[in-house]
């Protein structure tokens, strides 16, 4: 029989990616909080998805079938369906440690807390290889000093109700969504005088190295960071040099993109933004020859019969 009300509701979005979501999901359960709900909305799959789900004899499971509306809105979707006070987001094709839910919810027990963050590590697809470890850490100006690390999927345990006001994720945003909902929730947390906790080690998995992740997608990417650039300036401002690292991400994709005149106005941005950055002037000074920026970011130069933009 399924707890009315769970401790915890982690909602996992997934797209065609029946052969990951199961273990996923399979770390989720395995969870020494046995009090949690699982939310796994289908974001219009026309794999194996259902199947592998159905699988799963475990009453704290839902599964939410959904039109292909993107992974912010299909977490949207999820979070007006979880019955927790604390909500998480996992991506489907990571995994978390059997004490995740527990720490955090640990963390969260402070009185006026809203947001608890904890590590992750970066490892290969197929391998046990770590390739990054991340920590909490204090976060910019531009979100909020007493904002920790909110990076990516699992990494933070958030208010939902407070969630639910900010307008949960913004489904126009086809990449960096963590970031910008940062961009958004620190600034309240602040004003409301709202603490945040940290667990200072890692307790999800990022897998990588797969080509449907999103980090993979330069146009995506490059989309979801120059809507940052256009929506969150202001708040960027208060933090030069991620304003120019933002800028310089942008400019890369750019660059991968052969979309060299957009590149090279963000690479400017960039170095404008903070110009004892040598990164940034090597970038722009790259963008002189399309060849040598193609070098600069790891991509084959263009075909000698092609234009340069």
Known sequence: MSNPEPRASVVIPTHNRAQV?????TSVLRQELADLEVIVVDDGSTDDTKRVLDEFADDRLQYLFTSHV???????IGARHAASRWLTFLDSD???TPDWLASLLAEAATPGTALVSCGYEERSEGSDIVLRRRLPHPASPSVGPIVELIETGGSYLVDRELFLELGGFDPEQRAAQHQE???????VLVERGLLCGAVMRPLVERWVGRGDNIRADDDAVLA????????HRARLELDRPLLANTAATAAYRAVRLGRF????????????????NPRHWARLGALIAPRLAYRHAGR??????APAS
């Open 21 to 25: 979501v199961g273990r996923a999901v």
């Open 70 to 76: 993107g992974a912010a809105e299909a977490r949207n």
């Open 94 to 96: 990571d995994t978390v």
């Open 181 to 187: 909902l940062a961009l958004r929730l620190g600034p």
């Open 224 to 231: 979801g960071t120059l809507r940052i650039l256009d929506r």
């Open 261 to 276: 005149t957009e590149a090279r106005r963000l690479a400017r941005a960039a170095v404008r933004a903070d110009p004892r």
């Open 300 to 305: 084959p130069g263009p075909d000698r019969t």
